[in-house]
Nanobody, 128 residues
């Protein structure tokens, strides 16, 4: 049974920072890509950042340069450091595991297809 438990959300002023954590149980973690998604009210869930099993990373344009995804395999934990937060970053943030991370070396692009395992989500609210 795979479980993902997120923490670290909260209320912060614009320009502030938060660090989200996601602890994974079971054997899902070390051999698998992990990712953070978010869902704002009235919008579809969207990818924010992903990290492969060997540490390659992918960010969507909206957070590039502000957010950093990392992982600690010894602790079965993936992190999302969020800096320079904006009100439009307000959403519920979800951890995802078991997805497919593909790196295209010819173009330096990468893609992430979400896996079947989701956490319960943690609310991030950025006030203006």
């Amino acid at each position: 049974q795979v479980q993902l438990v997120e923490s670290g959300g909260g209320l912060v002023q614009a320009g502030g920072s938060l660090r989200l954590s996601c602890i994974a149980s079971g054997s899902i973690f070390s051999a698998n890509a992990m990712a953070w998604h978010r869902q704002a009210p009235g919008k579809q869930r969207e990818l924010v950042a992903a990290i492969s099993s060997d540490g390659s990373t992918k960010y969507v344009d909206l957070v590039q340069g502000r957010f950093t995804i990392s992982r600690n395999n010894a602790k079965n934990t993936v992190y999302l450091q969020m800096n320079a937060l904006k009100p439009e970053d307000t959403a519920v943030y979800y951890c995802n595991a078991g997805g497919q991370f593909t790196q295209y070396t010819s173009t330096s692009r990468s893609t992430y297809i979400a896996g079947n395992y989701w956490g319960q989500g943690t609310q991030v609210t950025v006030s203006s």
